[in-house]
T-cell receptor, first 112, second 117 residues
Framework: GESVGLHLPTLSVQEGDNSIINCAYSNSASDYFIWYKQESGKGPQFIIDIRSNMDKRQGQRVTVLLNKTVKHLSLQIAATQPGDSAVYFCAETVTGANNLFFGTGTRLTVIP | NAGVMQNPRHLVRRRGQEARLRCSPM?????VYWYRQLPEEGLKFMVY????????ESGMPKERFSAEFPKEGPSILRIQQVVRGDSAAYFCASSPHPGQPSGNTIYFGEGSWLTVV
């Protein structure tokens, strides 16, 4: 069911360290996954995506890992910077669907 | 986020009033999605529209909420007789492709924050 009014999970890291943000997705039929970054007062920004025929994908400073067996997704950010401070959401969908299902989100705080 | 324009960015309404939120998609995009975000929560899908057609409104509340995307002009999300529980951020996204949004081709606007007092 939906959770209402719960505080976001938080992750605090030192500047320069690596960050790992986790997401458990709900639908075993989902075959496309996206990570978004949302800064305060702004809309979600695309970071990286991955399809279910892959288990790893790398971008610039970011890596997404997909474990379909346990329905788990993670986002790794290398050499975290203060500008990375934001809320990070994973989103899932099924090929042919019209919408994305967003997870609860994790608030990342980078300590200078 | 560049290109998807939403207005107003902030809107305050008294209970019982109407709220109208507008979304102009990116140039060349004819597919519009509306999502709602409550504080400290993820975005929840509301409706998917193409020009002059509602394709999927499975996330829209059955009463008081409506959406349109006319042939000319922006997409409008309309909330009649607002209640305090309608207070949220409403995000519009647009895509050039139909059906399943692809992560690097769906773009979100900056959102409209509705506060009902």
């Amino acid at each position: 069911g939906e959770s209402v009014g719960l505080h976001l999970p938080t992750l605090s890291v030192q500047e320069g360290d690596n960050s790992i943000i986790n997401c458990a997705y709900s639908n075993s039929a989902s075959d496309y996954f996206i990570w978004y970054k949302q800064e305060s007062g702004k809309g979600p920004q695309f970071i990286i995506d991955i399809r279910s025929n892959m288990d790893k994908r790398q971008g610039q400073r970011v890596t997404v890992l997909l474990n379909k067996t346990v329905k788990h997704l993670s986002l790794q950010i290398a050499a975290t910077q203060p500008g990375d401070s934001a809320v990070y959401f994973c989103a899932e969908t099924v090929t042919g669907a019209n919408n994305l299902f967003f997870g609860t989100g994790t608030r990342l705080t980078v300590i200078p | 986020n560049a290109g998807v324009m939403q207005n107003p960015r902030h809107l305050v309404r008294r209970r019982g009033q109407e709220a109208r939120l507008r979304c102009s998609p990116m140039k060349g995009h004819s597919h519009v999605y509306w999502y709602r975000q409550l504080p400290e929560e993820g975005l929840k899908f509301m409706v998917y529209l193409q020009k002059e057609n509602i394709i999927d409104e499975s996330g829209m509340p059955k009463e008081r909420f409506s959406a349109e995307f006319p042939k000319e002009g922006p997409s409008i999300l309309r909330i009649q007789q607002v209640v305090r529980g309608d207070s949220a951020a409403y995000f519009c996204a647009s895509s050039p492709h139909p059906g399943q949004p692809s992560g690097n081709t769906i773009y979100f606007g900056e959102g409209s924050w509705l506060t009902v007092v």
